[in-house]
Structure formats: structure tokens, C-alpha cells
């Protein structure tokens, strides 16, 4: 139940000072001021005592100039932790006052001969060092004393931080009240007092006129903004042939685990099928740099990140003509290899990656194999002078190129499971077949579907991968069970 006399409203302007009861008996006093603002506030305050004295009581302010904003900014805390150690950085941050910039404009001559300070001071360093962004700062403060004893700095709490920078972004901290009623503080002493108080916007309304010219400032501004934008761009764009498909594809081999040798490197290249092409300039393989392996959880992995760009054209030769073959989609080959100490040199793995057939980000992890031959021979042979079993055409990961047979038989081809590669594909598309779906809403048809049957290719290659993977769940579950029943049930069949 706060008293009639503890009722204040107090109505405060952009870095306007009132001062407090102590800023009164300090600056009152001739021997206490010292810098040019002290005497400055000592005859302000003259003044007001000759007018009558102050008219606020508990409520003043802290301009940007004041010792308190300087000293409040210095010993703000990070965490909330009531013996918080400041961390180096802290403390040097603490030291550089991201408010004001005192930089004097530095004169052109000056330029050609001061390009590099040889000495730099602490200061200049401090300054340089730091992004120091302009931002001035007013503290609200209230002086929450018992009545009758106002004037003690243990009293004082900040009500209300008003900070703009050099964007001229205001920040109010806390916000206006608004409709989620009034802030409280608790103050501890003779009595644990509790106190309320509401801030509000007292500044006055834009009128309509007003308000319609900075919005046609606004407007007027971003359109240049678009034009600038626009100029920069162009509006003359490369648009594919009818019944051409262009794909574009940033690409990243992000990383390779699993494998048994350290120091590995990929190698890769991309095939085209036939009807697919691409500039004389492109460069469809390449090689990542070694990399060391670290371990992650149960694994060894090495973190490629290598980026490569691959841009390539489908053309379809007779538009009219619709068809009903699967064409050949683009595949990326890949071999892992690994290089020791001695510059030997050992095939890790084998693998092949089918482009994605639809637009946007896929992450994709390939697993590889390796050809390995019986014995113990080969197995020394790697370890002690390295080289191991390799392919001549790494197309024989799928199937080759030159194979021109129905059936492809492997059989006796030894191999076993190594690590696996993860690749980052970002894919793009550009025909004028889009151009045609936006205009037929009524028959939404994808670029791959009016190009010769991709849809057909596609549901096809999702049939495979099911079937795979029903195989391998198969696989996985004949595994999991006791032998002595596999043996059973297959005797009795």
C-alpha cells in the first residue's frame, strides 16, 4: 500500500537529465566538480534551486554522457551466475566502448603516407580491433529509498535502458507496458517494499500526411534499390532449346568413413549416357585433396568438404516422337584410395552414385566395395609394399561401356565391403517445359515426364530400391535366426 507521496509520473525525453537528490547535494558542492560537465550540472542545478527546486522526486535519468553509463556498460555481466569470472575476452571487450566513434576524419594526404602504423598503441588497437558501432544510451532510473531518505546510491535501480545506434534502431529495455500490466521490483531492507511502475510511449502520433510521404520516400528508394538490383542482373537469360533439359549441380563429397588405411583421397569422373552432352570447357572428373581421418564414435572419418560444379544438356531428338524406353540417366564414379608414409598407394573402395532425377538438396552416403583375391598372399602383399587388386574401367562398378550383351555375368569376381562416401548434391533444372506446365494447370506434368519417359524410369528405379531393400530385410531377419531352425525347415522342405 504505497503511500500518496511515493505516486510519481514523470514525463522524459530523448537524453533530457533530471537529476536525483544525490546529483543534487554532489553538484551543489564547488570542490566536487572537476571535468567541464560537473560544472556544467552545477549551474544547472543552481538554476533549478533558485526556481523552486527539482520537480521530480524518485524518478531522473542518466544521460549518455553521464559516469554512471559508462560504468554501468564496463561491469555488465554475461551469465547470470552471482560470481561470474570474466573470461579474457570479456574483459577486453569490457575495455572498448561500442557507443560513440571519436575517429577524426583523416585528412587524403595523410592516406598515402600512414598505410601501415608500425607502433600502434593500445588504444588504436583496442578501436580497430573491435567493431565499434555507434550507439548512444539513457538509463531511467528510480530511487527506490524508504520516504524521507532519498539520495542513496543503494537505492537506485535502473527502470528503463533506451539505446540507438548509428542505423537508427531504438532499443527500450523493457519494453512499453502495454496491456501486460505493471513491472515489479523488490527491494530489500528495513522493509521489503515492492514496488510497481509502467512505461509508456508519451511521443506524438505521425500525422496521416506525414506518414503517407515517408512511405512514398520508402517506395521511391526500393524501387531504385530493384532497378540498381535488375542492373547489376539483366534480363537477358539463356534459355534451353525446346526439348532440351539443362542440369546444373554443385556438388560436395563431404566426407568417407569406415575404411582401413588412413590418408585417403577420392577420385571421380561423371559418364554420359547418350543424348546427354556439355560445354567443351566442363570438367567432368576430378580429384580431392588427401585427407587425414579423425575418429568420430566407432569410425575413422575423413572430412573432404570438396566442392565441384557439374553443368550438362539432355536433348531429345525427335520432340514429336514420345518414348517409351528408359533413357540412361548420368552416373558419377568414384574410387577411395589411401597413400602412406612411403607413397604407397591402395584402392579402399568402388562406387558408383546415379544422379538425382528431381531438383532441390540430397544427401546421399554411397557405400563401396573392393575386389579382393584368396589368400594370405595378396592380404601381406598390401601391407607390406601396397597395391591391391584394381579395375581397368571403373565403369565395371555398374555396367561397362563396352559391354554390348543382354546377359552380364560376375560370377567368380571376389569383393568385399569397405567404408562408404557422402555427397552433398545441390540440383537444378531449367526447360521450357516449365514454362508450359505453369501455363496447363490442368495437366501438371513434370519437365522429366514431356522430355521422353523419365516418370517411367523413375517409378521403376523406386520399384528396385523397395525390392532391395525387402531383400535385405529378408536377408537380415534369415540372419537373426538360430541355425539348428534354418536347417530344420529346410530339410523338411
Known amino acids: 500500500r504505497p503511500q500518496e507521496d511515493d505516486d510519481e509520473e514523470a514525463e522524459v525525453g530523448w537524453q533530457e537529465k533530471l537529476f536525483s537528490q544525490f546529483e543534487v547535494d554532489l553538484y551543489l558542492n564547488e570542490s566536487a566538480c572537476q571535468t567541464p560537465l560537473d560544472w556544467q550540472y552545477h549551474e544547472e542545478i543552481q538554476k533549478l534551486e533558485k526556481a523552486g527546486g527539482r520537480k521530480n522526486c524518485r524518478i531522473f535519468t542518466y544521460t549518455d554522457h553521464d559516469r ?16 561470474e569470472v570474466p573470461s579474457y575476452l ?26 601501415i602504423t608500425w607502433e600502434p598503441s593500445e588504444e588504436f588497437i583496442k578501436n580497430n580491433h573491435v567493431i565499434n558501432t555507434p550507439v548512444q544510451t539513457m538509463y531511467i532510473m528510480g530511487d527506490l529509498g524508504p520516504y524521507g531518505k532519498l539520495g542513496h546510491r543503494e537505492y537506485e535501480n535502473v527502470l528503463c535502458t533506451i539505446k540507438v545506434d548509428g542505423n ?12 501486460k500490466g505493471a513491472y515489479r521490483i523488490e527491494v530489500g531492507g528495513e522493509k ?10 508519451a511521443s506524438a502520433q505521425v500525422q496521416p500526411e506525414e506518414e503517407e510521404r515517408e512511405q512514398c520516400v520508402f517506395r521511391d528508394l526500393y524501387g531504385r534499390h530493384r532497378d540498381y538490383l535488375s542492373g547489376l542482373v539483366g534480363s537477358d537469360f539463356e534459355m534451353p532449346l525446346p526439348g532440351t533439359l539443362r542440369l546444373f549441380m554443385n556438388g560436395e563429397i563431404v566426407s568417407a ?38 575418429t568420430v564414435g566407432w569410425d575413422n572419418v575423413a572430412y573432404f568438404c570438396y566442392p565441384f560444379t557439374v553443368e550438362i544438356f539432355y536433348t531429345q531428338e525427335d520432340e514429336g516422337v514420345f518414348s517409351y524406353s528408359l533413357p540412361q540417366w ?34 546421399l552416403t554411397i557405400p563401396t566395395w573392393r575386389p579382393v583375391e584368396l589368400g594370405t598372399v595378396a592380404e601381406m602383399r598390401r ?16 555396367i561397362p561401356s563396352t559391354f554390348k550383351g543382354k546377359h552380364l555375368s560376375r560370377f567368380g569376381f571376389r569383393t568385399e565391403t569397405t567404408g562408404s562416401v557422402m555427397f552433398r548434391l545441390y540440383c537444378l533444372q531449367q526447360s521450357k517445359a516449365f514454362l508450359e506446365n505453369s501455363a496447363l494447370r490442368q495437366r501438371m506434368q513434370s519437365v522429366l515426364d514431356r522430355l521422353g519417359g523419365f516418370s517411367q524410369q523413375s517409378s521403376v528405379y523406386n520399384v528396385l530400391e523397395a525390392f532391395q ?24 522342405v
Not at 517494499?193 to 510511449?201: D, L
Not at 569406415?258 to 556439355?278: A, Q, R
Open 68 to 83: 554512471f553509463t559508462n560504468l554501468e556498460e564496463l561491469y555488465q555481466k554475461v551469465t547470470d551466475l552471482d560470481h
Open 90 to 115: 570479456v574483459e577486453r571487450m569490457a575495455n572498448v566502448r561500442r557507443r560513440r566513434q571519436d575517429r577524426r576524419p583523416v585528412e587524403a594526404s595523410s592516406l598515402k603516407t600512414k598505410i
Open 168 to 179: 537508427g534502431v531504438i532499443t527500450v529495455k523493457p519494453d512499453f507496458t502495454g496491456t
Open 192 to 201: 521489503r517494499e515492492v514496488w510497481e511502475y509502467t512505461i509508456e510511449n
Open 257 to 294: 568413413q569406415g575404411y582401413e588405411y588412413d590418408n585417403l583421397y577420392v577420385h571421380f569422373f561423371l559418364e554420359l549416357p547418350n543424348k546427354w552432352s556439355s560445354s567443351p570447357f566442363q570438367q567432368l572428373s576430378g580429384v580431392t585433396q588427401i585427407c587425414a581421418t579423425k
Open 330 to 363: 548420368p552416373v558419377l564414379y568414384f574410387e577411395v584410395l589411401s597413400l602412406d608414409f612411403w607413397q604407397r598407394y591402395r584402392v579402399e573402395g568402388y562406387g558408383s552414385l546415379v544422379l538425382p532425377a528431381s531438383p532441390g538438396v540430397h544427401m
Open 383 to 398: 601391407f607390406f609394399i601396397g597395391g591391391s587388386p584394381e579395375l581397368e574401367d571403373l565403369t565395371y562398378i555398374r
Open 469 to 492: 531393400r525387402a531383400r535385405r530385410r529378408m536377408q537380415e531377419a534369415r540372419e537373426s535366426l538360430p541355425q539348428d531352425l534354418i536347417n530344420t525347415s529346410a530339410s523338411t
